[in-house]
């Protein structure tokens, strides 16, 4: 069993930075892949950022590159996001989630365990 648990969302003004924190336990998370997702108002649930476990590889949505940063600390077992030059745009309910297979590419379907999210609100 998996257990991802998120912190760090909150309320910032637009063109502020927030981080958020994924601590992750349960398993050996060595050949995982650890992907962060977010949910709007009103909108169906999209990828913003993953990485590999192992060798760090990055992958991100075109709607983050360059304001947003996934990292992971492997002796904390964390994966981290850190969000800079906010949007309201980027308003949503962020989740973190593992990709048991190591795909950094992994869709929502791919993933096999999830967080309970944590708000992020970007006020204009």
């Known amino acids: 069993q998996v257990q991802l648990v998120e912190s760090g969302g909150g309320l910032v003004q637009a063109g502020g930075s927030l981080r958020l924190s994924c601590a992750a336990s349960?398993?050996?998370?060595?050949?995982?892949?650890m992907g962060w997702f977010r949910r709007a108002p009103g909108k169906e649930r999209e990828f913003v950022a993953a990485i590999k476990w192992t060798g760090g590889r990055t992958y991100y949505a075109d709607s983050v590159k360059g304001r947003f940063t996934i990292s992971r600390d492997n002796a904390k077992n964390t994966v981290s996001l850190q969000m800079n030059s906010l949007k309201p745009e980027d308003t949503a309910v962020y989740y973190c989630a593992a990709n048991l297979a190591g795909l950094v590419k992994a869709t929502e379907r791919e993933y096999d365990y999830w967080g309970q999210g944590t708000q992020v609100t970007v006020s204009s």
């Open positions: 349960g398993r050996t998370f060595a050949s995982y892949t």
